[in-house]
């Protein structure tokens, strides 16, 4: 009989997480033997975090997922970066590789695949996304887009925090606007044959609200990916159906993140279907 795979997330808060239930979908799927915990660690507790990757380098733990806010706080901690973790300047997948510890990034895969199976028809021409947010998931997204070839408009409501997100990230290839821009008459949301929303907005409990300006309609042409999943249909996303656009929410996302994640883990490439059941 195999050996069990001892796997876990770190974050905080990480009450709601759905991953538990999706790893463990995955170990079962698979036919393997394992566990999947939950690690919450305080933003300000930085022995926390080392004692808990000290548990991964030693071997007890065979893989850790990184949720908000230590996406970017794990990386002093680790030996190697794989070039996308780099690229994008985030980890939300470590794990143990030669007696080396290596953070990597499945956030931007995890997007585009979805983003393909939902949306397929936005990967015609003309290819132009704006990404609301400029946090730790718009860098996957913009990433991803800009990788895959797309024009790229960063729209934050601090717009040196699109600056720095720029200047990191093929800077040259993407467009800023800042919140204000959009709220503006002249706010033209046609050219986009995509927005992502990649801030909190309209997130539990805050489930009125929209991340796009009031009063806003967006056409027919142009299609929605809310990075959100809680609730399953958010407000932008009703808006958007209302609206007769394709919209789509990011469980779908949720769940390709943690499928690429658990095959860098294990080597199985688990049934994306059994893993939608768990959650659904
Ligand atoms: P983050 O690092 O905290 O970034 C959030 C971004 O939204 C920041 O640019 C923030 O600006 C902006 N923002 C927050 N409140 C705003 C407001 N009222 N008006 C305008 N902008 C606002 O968070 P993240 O990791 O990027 O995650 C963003 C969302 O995506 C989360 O809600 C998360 O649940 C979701 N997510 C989903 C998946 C998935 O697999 N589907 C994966 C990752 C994340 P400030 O810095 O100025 O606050």
């Known amino acids: 009989m195999n050996s069990p795979f001892h796997l876990g997330l770190t974050g905080h808060p990480l009450g709601h997480s759905l991953s538990p239930k999706i790893h463990a979908a995955a170990l079962k799927a698979c036919g393997l033997r394992g566990d999947y915990s939950l690690f919450p660690i305080h933003p300000d507790d930085r022995q926390g975090l080392a004692a808990l990757l000290a548990r991964v380098r030693r071997g007890e733990l065979h893989g850790l997922n990184v949720t908000i806010p230590h996406k970017q706080n794990v990386i002093p901690f680790l030996d190697e970066l794989t070039p996308t973790a780099q690229a994008i300047g985030a980890v939300n997948t470590i794990y143990r590789h030669e007696s080396k510890l290596v953070g990597h990034n499945t956030d931007a895969a995890g997007f585009l695949a979805d983003l393909k199976r939902t949306l397929p028809s936005v990967f015609r021409p003309p290819r132009s996304a704006l990404i609301l947010g400029a946090g730790g998931a718009a860098r996957s997204v913009v990433y991803s887009l800009l990788a895959d070839g797309w024009n790229a408009t960063l729209a934050a409501r601090r717009i040196e925090q699109a600056e720095q997100l720029a200047s990191t990230i093929f800077n040259t290839q993407l467009s800023i606007a800042s919140f204000a821009d959009l709220h503006s008459a002249s706010a033209d949301f046609s050219r986009f044959s995509l927005i992502v929303n990649a801030t909190p907005l309209g997130m ?6 929209s991340p796009l300006p009031k009063g806003v309609m967006i056409s027919s042409t142009t299609a929605i990916y809310d990075l959100l999943y809680n609730p399953r249909q958010t407000r932008l996303v009703s808006d958007a159906l209302a609206w007769g656009c394709l919209a789509v929410t990011g469980l779908g996302m949720l769940i390709e993140q943690a499928a690429l994640a ?10 994306r279907v059994s893993l939608r059941a768990a959650v659904e």
Do not use: A, L, Y
């Open 204 to 209: 539990s409990p805050d489930v009125e609200r």
């Open 262 to 271: 658990f095959e860098v883990w294990t080597g199985c490439n688990p049934p």
